[in-house]
Protein backbone atom coordinates (compact mmCIF):
# COMPACT_ATOMS: atom_id res chain seq x y z
CA UNK A 1 0.00 0.00 0.00
CA UNK A 2 1.90 3.36 -1.47
CA UNK A 3 1.52 6.49 1.20
CA UNK A 4 0.81 8.65 -1.30
CA UNK A 5 -2.22 6.65 -2.70
CA UNK A 6 -3.70 6.77 0.81
CA UNK A 7 -2.89 10.72 1.54
CA UNK A 8 -4.60 11.61 -1.72
CA UNK A 9 -7.39 8.69 -2.06
CA UNK A 10 -8.26 10.26 1.93
CA UNK A 11 -7.98 13.92 1.15
CA UNK A 12 -10.30 13.66 -1.73
CA UNK A 13 -12.76 11.76 0.76
CA UNK A 14 -12.13 14.24 3.41
CA UNK A 15 -12.88 17.02 0.74
CA UNK A 16 -16.41 15.55 0.01
CA UNK A 17 -17.41 15.16 4.13
CA UNK A 18 -16.44 18.98 4.22
CA UNK A 19 -19.17 19.74 1.65
CA UNK A 20 -21.55 17.52 3.70
CA UNK A 21 -20.77 19.28 6.94
CA UNK A 22 -21.40 22.73 5.24
CA UNK A 23 -24.28 21.47 3.05
CA UNK A 24 -26.18 19.74 6.59
CA UNK A 25 -26.40 23.55 7.95
CA UNK A 26 -27.99 24.08 4.93
CA UNK A 27 -31.09 21.20 4.62
CA UNK A 28 -33.85 22.18 6.44
CA UNK A 29 -36.50 21.49 4.74
CA UNK A 30 -37.78 18.94 2.36
CA UNK A 31 -37.44 21.10 -0.54
CA UNK A 32 -33.81 21.39 0.34
CA UNK A 33 -33.62 17.85 1.34
CA UNK A 34 -34.93 16.48 -1.76
CA UNK A 35 -34.17 19.25 -4.78
CA UNK A 36 -31.89 21.86 -2.94
CA UNK A 37 -34.56 24.28 -2.72
CA UNK A 38 -34.41 24.71 -6.47
CA UNK A 39 -31.62 26.60 -6.29
CA UNK A 40 -29.18 25.72 -8.04
CA UNK A 41 -27.81 27.59 -11.49
CA UNK A 42 -27.80 26.10 -15.17
CA UNK A 43 -23.77 25.48 -14.99
CA UNK A 44 -23.96 24.18 -11.71
CA UNK A 45 -26.52 21.52 -12.04
CA UNK A 46 -25.16 20.91 -15.69
CA UNK A 47 -21.97 19.85 -14.07
CA UNK A 48 -23.56 17.99 -11.18
CA UNK A 49 -26.00 15.64 -13.91
CA UNK A 50 -22.24 15.00 -15.41
CA UNK A 51 -21.04 14.60 -12.50
CA UNK A 52 -23.99 12.19 -11.97
CA UNK A 53 -24.37 10.49 -15.20
CA UNK A 54 -20.30 10.09 -15.48
CA UNK A 55 -20.52 7.02 -12.91
CA UNK A 56 -18.44 4.19 -12.87
CA UNK A 57 -19.73 2.54 -15.47
CA UNK A 58 -18.28 5.23 -17.51
CA UNK A 59 -14.98 5.85 -16.07
CA UNK A 60 -14.17 1.95 -14.98
CA UNK A 61 -16.34 -0.24 -17.29
CA UNK A 62 -16.48 1.51 -20.70
CA UNK A 63 -12.32 1.94 -19.96
CA UNK A 64 -12.57 -1.78 -19.67
CA UNK A 65 -15.12 -2.47 -22.36
CA UNK A 66 -12.81 -0.71 -24.97
CA UNK A 67 -9.52 -1.87 -23.57
CA UNK A 68 -11.19 -5.72 -23.88
CA UNK A 69 -13.50 -5.87 -26.68
CA UNK A 70 -11.87 -2.86 -28.87
CA UNK A 71 -14.41 -0.67 -31.30
CA UNK A 72 -17.52 -3.05 -29.30
CA UNK A 73 -16.66 -1.30 -26.16
CA UNK A 74 -17.44 1.87 -27.70
CA UNK A 75 -20.75 1.52 -28.15
CA UNK A 76 -21.45 2.57 -24.31
CA UNK A 77 -19.60 5.82 -24.72
CA UNK A 78 -21.85 6.45 -28.19
CA UNK A 79 -25.01 5.30 -26.96
CA UNK A 80 -24.55 7.10 -23.31
CA UNK A 81 -23.83 10.38 -25.26
CA UNK A 82 -26.52 10.19 -27.47
CA UNK A 83 -29.29 9.95 -24.76
CA UNK A 84 -28.68 13.47 -24.13
CA UNK A 85 -30.66 14.23 -27.26
CA UNK A 86 -33.15 12.55 -26.16
CA UNK A 87 -33.24 14.10 -22.86
CA UNK A 88 -33.14 17.79 -24.00
CA UNK A 89 -35.55 18.11 -26.56
CA UNK A 90 -38.35 15.63 -25.27
CA UNK A 91 -38.13 15.27 -21.47
CA UNK A 92 -36.47 18.11 -19.64
CA UNK A 93 -38.77 21.18 -20.06
CA UNK A 94 -41.73 19.71 -19.52
CA UNK A 95 -40.43 17.24 -16.49
CA UNK A 96 -38.79 20.14 -14.66
CA UNK A 97 -43.18 22.28 -15.65
CA UNK A 98 -44.92 19.29 -14.37
CA UNK A 99 -42.50 18.02 -11.27
CA UNK A 100 -41.88 18.88 -7.86
CA UNK A 101 -39.48 16.51 -6.26
CA UNK A 102 -40.11 12.73 -7.95
CA UNK A 103 -41.57 11.23 -11.69
CA UNK A 104 -44.56 10.39 -10.19
CA UNK A 105 -45.38 13.83 -9.07
CA UNK A 106 -44.73 14.33 -12.73
CA UNK A 107 -47.10 12.19 -13.94
CA UNK A 108 -49.91 12.71 -11.04
CA UNK A 109 -49.84 16.39 -12.25
CA UNK A 110 -52.38 14.75 -14.69
CA UNK A 111 -53.27 11.58 -13.47
CA UNK A 112 -53.62 12.27 -9.58
CA UNK A 113 -54.33 8.42 -8.62
CA UNK A 114 -52.05 6.57 -5.72
CA UNK A 115 -52.04 3.28 -8.35
CA UNK A 116 -49.88 5.57 -10.55
CA UNK A 117 -47.41 7.21 -7.94
CA UNK A 118 -47.12 3.60 -6.46
CA UNK A 119 -46.04 2.17 -9.41
CA UNK A 120 -43.78 4.83 -10.88
CA UNK A 121 -42.00 4.48 -7.39
CA UNK A 122 -41.90 0.82 -7.74
CA UNK A 123 -39.84 1.47 -11.29
CA UNK A 124 -37.75 3.94 -9.40
CA UNK A 125 -36.78 1.73 -6.76
CA UNK A 126 -36.15 -1.08 -9.18
CA UNK A 127 -33.96 1.02 -11.40
CA UNK A 128 -31.92 2.57 -8.34
CA UNK A 129 -31.26 -0.91 -7.16
CA UNK A 130 -29.57 -1.96 -10.32
CA UNK A 131 -27.78 1.14 -10.77
CA UNK A 132 -26.51 1.09 -7.32
CA UNK A 133 -25.30 -2.52 -7.40
CA UNK A 134 -23.21 -1.27 -10.81
CA UNK A 135 -21.46 1.15 -8.33
CA UNK A 136 -20.72 -0.71 -5.28
CA UNK A 137 -19.03 -3.48 -7.93
CA UNK A 138 -16.79 -0.72 -9.22
CA UNK A 139 -16.10 1.15 -5.69
CA UNK A 140 -15.18 -2.42 -4.23
CA UNK A 141 -13.20 -3.60 -6.67
CA UNK A 142 -10.95 -0.25 -6.66
CA UNK A 143 -10.97 -0.05 -2.62
CA UNK A 144 -9.59 -4.06 -2.88
CA UNK A 145 -6.77 -3.29 -5.58
CA UNK A 146 -6.23 -0.06 -3.78
CA UNK A 147 -6.11 -1.07 0.24
CA UNK A 148 -5.68 -4.54 -0.46
CA UNK A 149 -8.48 -5.46 1.76
CA UNK A 150 -11.37 -8.21 1.18
CA UNK A 151 -14.12 -7.03 -1.50
CA UNK A 152 -16.62 -7.19 1.14
CA UNK A 153 -14.79 -4.47 3.20
CA UNK A 154 -14.72 -2.37 0.44
CA UNK A 155 -18.08 -2.64 -0.15
CA UNK A 156 -19.22 -1.26 2.96
CA UNK A 157 -17.04 1.25 3.46
CA UNK A 158 -18.66 2.80 0.39
CA UNK A 159 -22.27 2.13 1.86
CA UNK A 160 -21.31 3.81 4.78
CA UNK A 161 -19.78 6.81 3.42
CA UNK A 162 -23.16 7.11 0.93
CA UNK A 163 -24.86 6.83 3.55
CA UNK A 164 -23.60 9.66 5.64
CA UNK A 165 -23.88 12.21 2.44
CA UNK A 166 -27.24 11.36 2.02
CA UNK A 167 -28.67 11.27 5.53
CA UNK A 168 -26.93 14.26 6.82
CA UNK A 169 -26.64 16.75 3.51
CA UNK A 170 -29.03 15.29 1.01
CA UNK A 171 -29.52 17.16 -2.39
CA UNK A 172 -27.62 20.23 -1.32
CA UNK A 173 -24.67 17.74 -0.28
CA UNK A 174 -25.22 15.27 -3.22
CA UNK A 175 -24.82 18.47 -5.70
CA UNK A 176 -21.57 20.23 -4.74
CA UNK A 177 -20.05 16.53 -4.27
CA UNK A 178 -20.80 15.31 -7.75
CA UNK A 179 -20.11 19.30 -8.98
CA UNK A 180 -16.79 18.67 -7.21
CA UNK A 181 -16.44 14.66 -8.30
CA UNK A 182 -17.35 16.07 -11.97
CA UNK A 183 -14.24 18.29 -12.12
CA UNK A 184 -11.64 16.28 -10.90
CA UNK A 185 -12.82 13.58 -13.01
CA UNK A 186 -12.51 15.12 -16.65
CA UNK A 187 -9.04 16.70 -15.17
CA UNK A 188 -8.06 13.38 -14.97
CA UNK A 189 -9.35 12.07 -17.74
CA UNK A 190 -7.57 15.23 -20.09
CA UNK A 191 -4.33 14.45 -17.86
CA UNK A 192 -4.14 10.42 -19.10
CA UNK A 193 -5.58 11.09 -22.47
CA UNK A 194 -2.77 13.51 -22.46
CA UNK A 195 0.09 10.92 -22.02
CA UNK A 196 -1.15 8.42 -23.84
CA UNK A 197 -1.34 10.82 -27.03
CA UNK A 198 2.04 11.83 -26.26
CA UNK A 199 3.60 8.17 -25.99
CA UNK A 200 2.68 8.19 -29.75
CA UNK A 201 3.83 12.15 -30.74
CA UNK A 202 0.32 12.82 -30.31
CA UNK A 203 0.05 11.14 -33.43
CA UNK A 204 -3.42 9.32 -33.48
CA UNK A 205 -3.15 7.23 -36.15
CA UNK A 206 -0.11 5.73 -34.82
CA UNK A 207 -1.86 4.98 -31.83
CA UNK A 208 -4.53 2.85 -33.89
CA UNK A 209 -1.90 0.88 -35.43
CA UNK A 210 -0.13 0.06 -32.58
CA UNK A 211 -3.42 -1.50 -30.94
CA UNK A 212 -3.92 -3.23 -33.89
CA UNK A 213 -0.80 -5.67 -32.62
CA UNK A 214 -1.30 -5.54 -28.55
CA UNK A 215 -4.27 -7.66 -27.66
CA UNK A 216 -4.86 -11.18 -29.17
CA UNK A 217 -7.50 -10.19 -31.11
CA UNK A 218 -5.25 -8.20 -33.60
CA UNK A 219 -6.82 -6.28 -36.77
CA UNK A 220 -10.08 -7.22 -35.64
CA UNK A 221 -10.08 -5.72 -32.33
CA UNK A 222 -10.86 -2.13 -34.25
CA UNK A 223 -13.86 -3.84 -36.21
CA UNK A 224 -17.60 -4.36 -34.58
CA UNK A 225 -18.78 -7.91 -34.01
CA UNK A 226 -15.84 -9.03 -31.69
CA UNK A 227 -17.99 -8.93 -28.54
CA UNK A 228 -21.77 -7.80 -30.12
CA UNK A 229 -21.69 -10.05 -33.11
CA UNK A 230 -25.28 -10.82 -32.95
CA UNK A 231 -26.72 -7.59 -34.53
CA UNK A 232 -30.15 -7.81 -33.16
CA UNK A 233 -28.17 -7.72 -29.67
CA UNK A 234 -26.51 -4.73 -30.50
CA UNK A 235 -29.59 -2.62 -31.66
CA UNK A 236 -31.18 -3.79 -28.80
CA UNK A 237 -28.03 -2.58 -26.33
CA UNK A 238 -28.38 0.87 -28.09
CA UNK A 239 -32.07 0.91 -27.71
CA UNK A 240 -31.43 0.60 -23.94
CA UNK A 241 -28.49 3.46 -23.76
CA UNK A 242 -30.15 5.73 -26.03
CA UNK A 243 -33.63 6.13 -24.80
CA UNK A 244 -32.78 4.87 -21.13
CA UNK A 245 -31.11 8.26 -19.57
CA UNK A 246 -34.03 9.63 -20.51
CA UNK A 247 -36.20 7.21 -17.32
CA UNK A 248 -33.61 6.91 -15.25
CA UNK A 249 -35.27 9.07 -11.70
CA UNK A 250 -31.58 9.85 -10.30
CA UNK A 251 -31.13 11.94 -13.63
CA UNK A 252 -34.43 13.05 -13.57
CA UNK A 253 -34.85 14.03 -10.30
CA UNK A 254 -31.91 16.89 -11.05
CA UNK A 255 -34.12 18.91 -13.18
CA UNK A 256 -36.47 19.89 -10.11
CA UNK A 257 -33.28 21.53 -8.87
CA UNK A 258 -33.25 24.54 -10.94
CA UNK A 259 -35.92 27.56 -10.80
CA UNK A 260 -37.13 27.40 -14.45
CA UNK A 261 -37.41 25.17 -17.80
CA UNK A 262 -34.73 27.27 -19.34
CA UNK A 263 -32.50 26.81 -16.85
CA UNK A 264 -32.89 22.89 -17.42
CA UNK A 265 -32.33 23.22 -20.30
CA UNK A 266 -29.22 25.58 -19.76
CA UNK A 267 -27.95 22.14 -17.37
CA UNK A 268 -28.42 20.36 -20.11
CA UNK A 269 -26.79 21.84 -22.86
CA UNK A 270 -23.68 22.56 -19.76
CA UNK A 271 -23.99 18.21 -19.38
CA UNK A 272 -23.96 17.35 -22.97
CA UNK A 273 -20.87 19.24 -23.21
CA UNK A 274 -19.30 18.05 -20.54
CA UNK A 275 -20.11 14.34 -21.09
CA UNK A 276 -19.64 14.55 -24.88
CA UNK A 277 -15.76 15.72 -24.10
CA UNK A 278 -15.25 12.32 -21.83
CA UNK A 279 -17.02 9.44 -23.82
CA UNK A 280 -14.75 11.37 -26.81
CA UNK A 281 -12.12 10.41 -24.15
CA UNK A 282 -12.80 7.27 -22.99
CA UNK A 283 -11.35 6.14 -26.03
CA UNK A 284 -8.09 6.92 -25.25
CA UNK A 285 -8.52 5.37 -22.05
CA UNK A 286 -9.02 2.19 -23.51
CA UNK A 287 -6.80 1.78 -25.91
CA UNK A 288 -3.83 3.04 -23.82
CA UNK A 289 -5.07 0.30 -21.48
CA UNK A 290 -4.80 -2.11 -24.24
CA UNK A 291 -1.49 -1.44 -25.22
CA UNK A 292 0.75 -0.09 -21.68
CA UNK A 293 -1.63 -2.55 -19.21
CA UNK A 294 -2.09 -5.47 -21.38
CA UNK A 295 -5.38 -8.08 -21.28
CA UNK A 296 -4.09 -10.44 -18.97
CA UNK A 297 -3.06 -7.60 -16.28
CA UNK A 298 -6.35 -6.17 -16.41
CA UNK A 299 -8.57 -9.35 -16.53
CA UNK A 300 -5.97 -10.26 -13.70
CA UNK A 301 -7.06 -7.35 -11.42
CA UNK A 302 -10.96 -7.76 -11.91
CA UNK A 303 -12.66 -10.36 -14.34
CA UNK A 304 -14.68 -7.91 -15.59
CA UNK A 305 -12.27 -5.38 -16.45
CA UNK A 306 -12.93 -2.56 -14.26
CA UNK A 307 -9.41 -1.76 -13.50
CA UNK A 308 -8.27 -0.72 -16.57
CA UNK A 309 -7.94 2.82 -16.27
CA UNK A 310 -6.55 2.83 -12.70
CA UNK A 311 -4.04 0.40 -14.07
CA UNK A 312 -3.42 2.07 -16.91
CA UNK A 313 -2.80 5.58 -14.79
CA UNK A 314 -0.20 3.90 -12.72
CA UNK A 315 1.24 2.33 -16.09
CA UNK A 316 2.29 6.01 -17.96
CA UNK A 317 1.86 8.21 -14.87
CA UNK A 318 3.51 6.52 -11.61
CA UNK A 319 1.81 6.20 -8.53
CA UNK A 320 1.01 9.44 -7.63
CA UNK A 321 -1.31 9.82 -11.08
CA UNK A 322 -2.64 6.06 -9.79
CA UNK A 323 -3.23 7.82 -6.07
CA UNK A 324 -5.30 10.66 -7.75
CA UNK A 325 -7.41 8.69 -10.12
CA UNK A 326 -8.14 6.21 -8.20
CA UNK A 327 -9.21 9.01 -5.38
CA UNK A 328 -11.19 10.18 -8.37
CA UNK A 329 -13.16 7.01 -9.06
CA UNK A 330 -13.83 6.85 -5.92
CA UNK A 331 -15.30 9.99 -5.46
CA UNK A 332 -17.19 9.49 -8.79
CA UNK A 333 -18.91 6.41 -7.34
CA UNK A 334 -19.99 8.07 -4.06
CA UNK A 335 -21.52 11.02 -5.75
CA UNK A 336 -23.42 8.95 -8.11
CA UNK A 337 -24.47 6.35 -5.46
CA UNK A 338 -25.42 9.40 -3.87
CA UNK A 339 -27.50 11.01 -5.97
CA UNK A 340 -28.89 7.19 -6.48
CA UNK A 341 -29.91 6.73 -2.99
CA UNK A 342 -31.61 10.11 -2.49
CA UNK A 343 -34.03 9.15 -5.62
CA UNK A 344 -35.04 5.73 -4.18
CA UNK A 345 -35.20 7.28 -1.06
CA UNK A 346 -37.94 10.14 -2.57
CA UNK A 347 -39.61 7.58 -4.38
CA UNK A 348 -40.78 6.23 -1.18
CA UNK A 349 -40.73 8.68 1.46
CA UNK A 350 -42.67 12.00 -0.65
CA UNK A 351 -44.55 8.77 -3.02
CA UNK A 352 -45.55 5.87 -0.76
CA UNK A 353 -45.13 7.22 2.46
CA UNK A 354 -46.01 10.71 2.17
CA UNK A 355 -48.95 10.30 -0.95
CA UNK A 356 -50.13 7.05 -0.68
CA UNK A 357 -49.87 5.88 2.92
CA UNK A 358 -50.46 9.18 4.62
CA UNK A 359 -52.48 10.63 1.90
CA UNK A 360 -50.88 14.06 1.88
CA UNK A 361 -50.99 14.62 5.98
CA UNK A 362 -47.64 14.40 6.21
CA UNK A 363 -45.92 17.23 8.10
CA UNK A 364 -42.32 18.75 7.01
CA UNK A 365 -40.25 17.11 9.51
CA UNK A 366 -42.65 13.52 9.27
CA UNK A 367 -40.99 13.29 5.61
CA UNK A 368 -37.43 14.14 6.30
CA UNK A 369 -37.48 11.44 8.64
CA UNK A 370 -39.15 9.07 6.45
CA UNK A 371 -36.82 9.58 3.85
CA UNK A 372 -33.83 9.31 5.83
CA UNK A 373 -34.97 5.69 6.59
CA UNK A 374 -35.44 4.74 3.53
CA UNK A 375 -31.92 6.07 2.58
CA UNK A 376 -30.97 3.60 4.88
CA UNK A 377 -32.99 0.94 3.48
CA UNK A 378 -31.88 1.41 0.03
CA UNK A 379 -28.48 1.54 1.36
CA UNK A 380 -28.19 -1.72 2.91
CA UNK A 381 -30.51 -3.65 0.32
CA UNK A 382 -27.66 -2.30 -2.39
CA UNK A 383 -25.13 -3.53 -0.51
CA UNK A 384 -26.21 -7.01 -0.06
CA UNK A 385 -26.66 -7.43 -3.74
CA UNK A 386 -23.35 -6.30 -4.38
CA UNK A 387 -21.57 -8.47 -2.56
CA UNK A 388 -22.93 -11.19 -4.86
CA UNK A 389 -21.88 -9.77 -8.18
CA UNK A 390 -18.57 -9.14 -8.03
CA UNK A 391 -17.34 -10.40 -10.94
CA UNK A 392 -19.76 -8.58 -13.09
CA UNK A 393 -18.79 -5.67 -15.57
CA UNK A 394 -20.23 -2.34 -14.39
CA UNK A 395 -21.11 -1.00 -17.84
CA UNK A 396 -23.16 -3.89 -18.02
CA UNK A 397 -25.06 -3.77 -15.22
CA UNK A 398 -26.20 -0.07 -16.12
CA UNK A 399 -26.90 -1.15 -19.37
CA UNK A 400 -29.65 -3.21 -17.01
CA UNK A 401 -31.02 -0.45 -14.98
CA UNK A 402 -30.96 1.88 -18.50
CA UNK A 403 -33.00 -0.92 -19.96
CA UNK A 404 -36.04 -0.87 -17.45
CA UNK A 405 -35.94 2.95 -17.65
CA UNK A 406 -36.55 2.97 -21.39
CA UNK A 407 -39.23 0.30 -20.95
CA UNK A 408 -41.10 1.53 -18.21
CA UNK A 409 -40.61 5.40 -17.64
CA UNK A 410 -40.08 6.97 -20.92
CA UNK A 411 -43.37 5.66 -22.42
CA UNK A 412 -45.35 6.82 -19.54
CA UNK A 413 -43.27 10.39 -19.80
CA UNK A 414 -44.06 10.66 -23.35
CA UNK A 415 -47.61 9.80 -23.08
CA UNK A 416 -48.28 11.65 -20.46
CA UNK A 417 -47.10 14.73 -22.14
CA UNK A 418 -47.58 14.53 -26.18
CA UNK A 419 -50.87 11.86 -26.10
CA UNK A 420 -54.22 13.50 -25.60
CA UNK A 421 -56.32 10.41 -25.38
CA UNK A 422 -53.63 8.93 -22.80
CA UNK A 423 -55.38 8.08 -19.42
CA UNK A 424 -54.60 6.68 -15.80
CA UNK A 425 -55.14 2.57 -16.89
CA UNK A 426 -53.01 3.62 -19.64
CA UNK A 427 -50.05 5.20 -17.08
CA UNK A 428 -50.01 1.94 -15.02
CA UNK A 429 -50.09 -0.52 -17.60
CA UNK A 430 -46.87 1.30 -19.36
CA UNK A 431 -44.93 0.91 -16.16
CA UNK A 432 -46.20 -2.26 -15.62
CA UNK A 433 -45.68 -3.65 -18.98
CA UNK A 434 -42.08 -2.56 -19.12
CA UNK A 435 -41.05 -3.20 -15.84
CA UNK A 436 -41.99 -6.59 -15.58
CA UNK A 437 -41.00 -7.62 -18.98
CA UNK A 438 -37.57 -6.14 -18.70
CA UNK A 439 -37.47 -7.91 -15.45
CA UNK A 440 -38.78 -11.35 -16.72
CA UNK A 441 -36.70 -11.56 -19.91
CA UNK A 442 -33.09 -10.25 -18.01
CA UNK A 443 -33.83 -13.30 -16.08
CA UNK A 444 -33.83 -15.79 -18.66
CA UNK A 445 -31.19 -14.03 -20.71
CA UNK A 446 -27.59 -14.87 -21.26
CA UNK A 447 -26.91 -12.37 -18.61
CA UNK A 448 -27.97 -14.72 -16.25
CA UNK A 449 -27.62 -17.67 -17.27
CA UNK A 450 -24.57 -19.35 -19.24
CA UNK A 451 -23.80 -22.56 -20.11
CA UNK A 452 -20.16 -21.34 -19.08
CA UNK A 453 -19.12 -21.90 -15.24
CA UNK A 454 -18.20 -18.65 -14.10
CA UNK A 455 -19.51 -16.18 -17.24
CA UNK A 456 -22.88 -15.13 -15.65
CA UNK A 457 -24.54 -15.36 -12.23
CA UNK A 458 -25.55 -19.28 -13.36
CA UNK A 459 -24.61 -21.91 -14.99
CA UNK A 460 -27.35 -23.52 -17.78
CA UNK A 461 -29.07 -22.43 -21.08
CA UNK A 462 -30.36 -19.23 -21.53
CA UNK A 463 -34.54 -18.80 -23.15
CA UNK A 464 -34.23 -15.76 -23.72
CA UNK A 465 -31.25 -14.76 -26.52
CA UNK A 466 -30.17 -11.32 -25.75
CA UNK A 467 -28.24 -9.98 -23.74
CA UNK A 468 -30.40 -6.77 -23.21
CA UNK A 469 -33.94 -6.86 -23.86
CA UNK A 470 -34.39 -3.45 -24.61
CA UNK A 471 -35.55 -4.14 -28.47
CA UNK A 472 -38.19 -6.55 -26.96
CA UNK A 473 -38.98 -4.45 -23.75
CA UNK A 474 -39.27 -1.48 -24.90
CA UNK A 475 -42.26 -1.56 -27.54
CA UNK A 476 -44.08 -3.44 -25.10
CA UNK A 477 -44.16 -0.54 -22.35
CA UNK A 478 -45.38 1.01 -25.13
CA UNK A 479 -47.84 -1.00 -26.39
CA UNK A 480 -49.06 -1.48 -22.61
CA UNK A 481 -49.91 2.12 -22.35
CA UNK A 482 -51.73 2.28 -25.21
CA UNK A 483 -53.80 -0.66 -24.44
CA UNK A 484 -54.78 0.25 -21.26
CA UNK A 485 -55.66 3.18 -23.05
CA UNK A 486 -57.66 2.43 -26.11
CA UNK A 487 -60.13 -0.03 -23.74
CA UNK A 488 -60.65 2.23 -20.71
CA UNK A 489 -63.65 4.56 -21.04
CA UNK A 490 -61.67 6.78 -18.94
CA UNK A 491 -60.90 10.23 -20.94
CA UNK A 492 -60.20 13.32 -19.68
CA UNK A 493 -59.05 16.02 -22.22
CA UNK A 494 -59.60 19.11 -20.14
CA UNK A 495 -57.05 18.22 -17.92
CA UNK A 496 -54.83 17.38 -20.97
CA UNK A 497 -55.62 21.01 -22.51
CA UNK A 498 -53.88 21.62 -18.88
CA UNK A 499 -50.59 19.67 -18.53
CA UNK A 500 -50.07 20.75 -22.22
CA UNK A 501 -50.21 24.57 -21.43
CA UNK A 502 -47.98 23.72 -17.89
CA UNK A 503 -45.68 21.70 -19.79
CA UNK A 504 -44.79 23.70 -22.29
CA UNK A 505 -45.02 27.17 -20.79
CA UNK A 506 -44.62 26.56 -17.15
CA UNK A 507 -47.56 28.47 -16.16
CA UNK A 508 -49.61 27.20 -12.93
CA UNK A 509 -53.06 28.32 -11.73
CA UNK A 510 -52.52 29.99 -8.46
CA UNK A 511 -54.27 28.48 -5.72
Known amino acids: ?12 VLLTLVITFFAAKQTKSTGDFYTAGGGLTGWQNGLAIAGDYLSAASFLGIAGAIALNG ?27 LGKYTLADMINSRFDKKKIRGAAALSTITIVLF ?47 QITKAVLLMAGMVIISFLVLMKFNFNISAMFTEVKTATSHGADYLKPGLKYDDGLGTISLMIALVLGTSGLPHILMRF ?6 RTARSSVITATWTIGIFYILTLFLGFGAAIFVGESQILGANPGGNMAAPLLAEAIGGNILFAFISAVAFATILAVVAGLV ?9 DIYGQIIKKGNVTDREQMLAARYAALAVSVVSILLALGAQNLNVAFLVSLAFCIAASANLPVILYTVYWKRFNSQGAIMAILFGLISALVLVSI ?11 ALFVGNPIFPLENPAIVSVP ?11 FS ?3 DLKRYAEVKVKANTGYRKSS
Do not use: C
Open 445 to 455: SPSVFSPVEGA
Open 256 to 261: FTVKDA
Open 71 to 97: FDGFFYSIGFLIAYLVVLFLVAEPLRN
Open 131 to 177: YMIAQLVGAGALIQLLFEIDYWIAVLIVGVMMTIYVLFGGMIATSWV
Open 489 to 491: KEN
Open 342 to 350: LSGASAFAH
Open 1 to 12: MDTTVVILFLAI
Open 476 to 486: LGFLGGYLGTI
